[in-house]
């Protein structure tokens, strides 16, 4: 065994033994209540005592792939202007308010999903639900706040287009999902950022954001009669219903093309992808663990080791599974300088072949295991990481119990099933490729965005 697997192998078992002497985190953390307010308002709690601290994130239906098309970027502006004013009180005395009692209070707009998150001491837990409140029913959308937040989103927009992984990602959404609303900037264009008024943000938090879907996750030092009410008096004055327009479900434009952004740098960025499979699937543990031994696994994955480690092609290299509302991927992403761009990408493939025809060995499945489930007590560092997974779960429909069970799912996994999965996920033929810069030996088959 060389060097650089012994210190592996040694990390995977420091990791066993953590997981070991941590299982409280895990077991405290699946200990979820199921709290159903007065008005039908269902949230997950996990009650912890230990500090005097309350974190509370919330998700509604629907994000930034319903923008309308002329206005892509609205529910990014909404998301960044709720917080800047609402019922009496202006952006300063709003923003005051949350400082003056350490409350941290902020939305975000996904792909899929609206968020909304406070953390707050128990002590000031009345004041930072009034705020919330107000935020989510009365924002005040005053017109300084929205040119200042406007030219906020302008210029990080005008900073990004400097970065090489701004237009590999919108050449990764334009190629994979071209005419679905995926394959359109979140963030929006200068064009259509400027074309949204203040109509259409209050429109926006009127019709967008409802009872229906909503999904509430809290952790830390509120009881659940407590956060009965807490639930009715955030939203209970919210639609029933919202107006949301529809989004079809689409399959990745994966055929094995490569699209080149070409760009006078010195690296080539690279993003390769293909088709992956539903969070709901059966078959989304097996491709957890073949994701971790192909690229998710860090310098423990194939890719690190040959592309990195024996070949020096690149400092990273990694994979993932990203699984949407409407669309699933597994991809791979990283960086190499131009002149080995064509063997970086060669050796991808080939890895990506190999474990599709003869999947992956004994020892890598125990050394996924192993990692995947002892370092899972890592994801209850604090009350804001529990909500935010207590979050996911919902969205995601895994199920109350899914803490409790998730470890033994991952441990289930045979030899077989990871076999399986790979043969249907990893076709290197259908690897579309998109790359930013001025690879040398490599003919793509179409370019975008010209200098």
């Not at 002497?21 to 209540?33: G, K």
């Amino acid at each position: 065994m060389d060097a650089m697997k012994m210190i592996r192998r040694a990390g995977l078992l420091l990791l066993a033994a953590f997981a070991m002497v941590a299982t409280s985190l895990p077991a405290a953390a699946a200990d979820i209540e199921k709290v159903v307010s007065k008005g039908g308002i269902e949230a997950w709690l996990v009650r912890d005592t230990k500090n005097p601290i309350i974190a509370m994130q919330f998700a509604f239906e629907g994000g930034s792939e319903r923008d309308p098309e002329g206005k892509l970027g609205l529910a990014l502006m909404v998301a960044s202007t709720m917080d800047e004013g609402a019922g009496d009180l202006d952006s300063q005395a709003f923003q005051g308010k949350l400082d003056e009692n350490s409350i941290t209070l902020s939305f975000s707009a996904g792909r899929d999903g609206f968020v909304g998150q406070v953390v707050t001491l128990r002590e000031t837990k009345d004041t930072a639900f009034d705020l919330m409140r107000l935020a989510l029913t009365k924002p005040r959308f005053d017109t300084d706040a929205i040119e200042r937040i406007r030219g906020q989103l302008l210029t990080s927009l005008r900073r990004s287009q400097a970065d090489p992984n701004y237009w590999a990602q919108m050449a990764f959404g334009e190629t994979m999902f071209p005419g679905h609303a995926y394959g359109r900037p979140q963030r929006g264009t200068a064009q259509t950022l400027a074309a949204i008024t203040r109509d259409d943000l209050v429109q926006f938090a009127r019709t967008r954001l409802s009872r229906q879907g909503l999904k509430v996750a809290v952790s830390g030092d509120i009881t659940a009669k407590e956060l009965a009410l807490v639930l009715d008096r955030l939203f209970g004055t919210l639609p029933a219903k919202a107006d949301l327009a529809a989004v079809s479900d689409v399959k990745p434009a994966v055929e094995g093309k490569t699209i080149l952004v070409p760009r006078p740098i010195p690296q080539t960025v690279m993003i390769l992808a293909h088709a992956g499979l539903d969070r709901s699937d059966p078959d989304w543990y097996a491709a957890t663990i073949l994701n971790y031994v192909v690229g998710g696994g860090g310098f423990s994955s194939r890719l690190m080791d040959e592309v990195r480690e024996k070949r020096g092609l690149t400092y990273g290299i990694g994979s993932s599974l990203q699984s949407f509302e409407h669309a699933n991927l597994i991809t791979v992403s990283g960086s190499t300088v131009n002149d080995k761009a064509a063997e970086a990408i060669s050796v991808t493939k080939q890895i990506w072949g190999d474990v599709a025809q003869n999947g992956i060995t004994e020892s890598e499945l125990r050394d996924a295991q192993t990692y995947l489930t002892g370092s899972f007590p890592l994801q209850f560092t604090n009350n804001g990481a529990i909500a935010g997974l207590l979050l996911q779960v919902q969205r995601d429909d895994l199920g109350i119990d899914y803490l409790n069970k998730r470890n033994d799912l991952l441990n289930a996994v045979t030899i077989s099933d990871v076999k399986r999965v790979a043969a249907r996920l990893l076709d290197p033929a259908k690897l579309t490729t998109i790359l930013v810069g001025q690879p040398t030996g490599v003919t793509p088959d179409g370019t975008l965005y010209k200098p």
